[in-house]
């Protein structure tokens, strides 16, 4: 038995770095085009819902390991489907998440908010995501090197706060080429607000998308 114990314990140990050294790959990859201007969003017809819901799903069983409480909502949306590189954007949000869960210490909150800001036009909408936690914070003349590459905070811990230092860079990146950029509001202690606010082209309610519950 305590053959077995130690297999499985060291074939969790292996599963976990491959996942690790798999994420840093990617990222670099990622960067790597965005910095040589290969970098292109492929656009699609989706339910802003379901990208919140399956962001739901990928990151409650973290904030369930660390108790944290997470609230997620969305408000004034007058089109639920648009068009948008969806698997980009559930990147971005994916490492903001993360950045936040990594952050924010056991018993802590955070929360996702979705909001569609007032039409002026037809054919697009302003739709402004916003991730704030509860987390150590940042200060202020540490915040614009975050979204610099293989780079944290300077009161972050590395040996404690494993990652690639290109999470936070290529969301902004991600951010600008979708016409848009994040703002940071933070202070030590009092947690962090990651918010971009990109426009996205509307789909028509008939068309076929994801519920619209």
Do not use: W
């Not at 399956?54 to 108790?67: A, D, E, L, T, Y």
């Not at 997470?70 to 068009?83: C, G, K, M, R």
């Not at 290109?166 to 848009?180: D, P, T, W």
Request: hydrophobic share 35%.
């Amino acid at each position: 038995l305590d053959d077995k114990d130690q297999v499985q314990n060291c074939l969790k140990k292996i599963t976990l770095s491959s996942k690790h050294l798999l994420g840093l790959i990617n990222d670099v990859l990622d960067m790597s085009k965005i910095e040589s201007g290969k970098m292109t969003l492929s656009v699609e017809l989706v339910s802003l819902r379901e990208v919140l819901d399956s962001i739901v799903s990928i990151v409650q069983p973290q904030m369930h390991m660390k108790n944290q409480q997470f609230n997620v909502s969305i408000h004034d949306i007058a089109t639920e489907n648009v068009y948008c590189d969806s698997v980009r954007i559930n990147q971005v949000l994916l490492n903001l998440l993360g950045n936040s869960v990594k952050f924010t210490p056991t018993g802590g909150m955070i929360s996702i908010r979705l909001l569609e800001k007032p039409q002026t036009s037809a054919k697009y909408g302003n739709f402004v995501l916003s991730i704030r936690d509860t987390g150590i914070g940042i200060a202020k003349e540490e915040q614009e090197r975050v979204f610099r590459s293989f780079e944290q905070a300077s009161g972050t811990n590395p040996s404690k706060q494993q990652g690639t230092g290109l999470g936070l860079s290529i969301s902004s990146r991600l951010v600008q080429l979708m016409g848009s950029s994040i703002q940071l509001d933070s202070a030590p202690g009092e947690g962090s607000t990651f918010r971009f606010s990109i426009p996205l082209a509307l789909g028509r309610p008939e068309e076929p998308g994801a519920s619209t519950e």
